[in-house]
């Protein structure tokens, strides 16, 4: 398994942005398809976005309509978020994922960070 330690959350406003980093180690990155997803209280944990080994295929979350984008950097093992007017229900914690093949399901998803935890103010 992969080790995977994100950062950037916060507090923002409505309207603002905030980026996402997620920094992996103890395999070899550029083998994962990598994943965001986020679980707001009370409700079950959501598909975000995903980003194939290479980049060359990316998914997104259907609410997310053009306001995030997911990158990665292999030469730094990292994947980032990021993310465009904010909206409060865009309020949960956001976790990285990693896995072996390319997906939306969380169930395929083989490790995952501590999630971090994103706050919109209306």
């Known amino acids: 398994q992969v080790q995977l330690v994100e950062s950037g959350g916060g507090l923002v406003q409505a309207g603002g942005s905030l980026r996402l980093s997620c920094a992996a180690s103890g395999h070899i990155f550029r083998w994962y398809t990598m994943g965001w997803f986020r679980q707001a209280p009370g409700k079950e944990r959501e598909f975000v976005a995903a980003?194939?080994?290479?980049?060359?295929?990316?998914n997104y979350g259907d609410f997310v309509k053009d306001r995030f984008t997911i990158s990665r950097d292999n030469a730094k093992n990292t994947v980032y978020l990021q993310m465009n007017s904010l909206k409060p229900e865009d309020t949960a914690v956001y976790y990285c994922a990693a896995a072996l093949k390319e997906s939306t399901e969380a169930t395929e998803y083989d490790s995952w960070g501590q999630g971090t935890q994103v706050t919109v103010s209306s």
């Open positions: 980003i194939s080994r290479t980049g060359g295929s990316l």
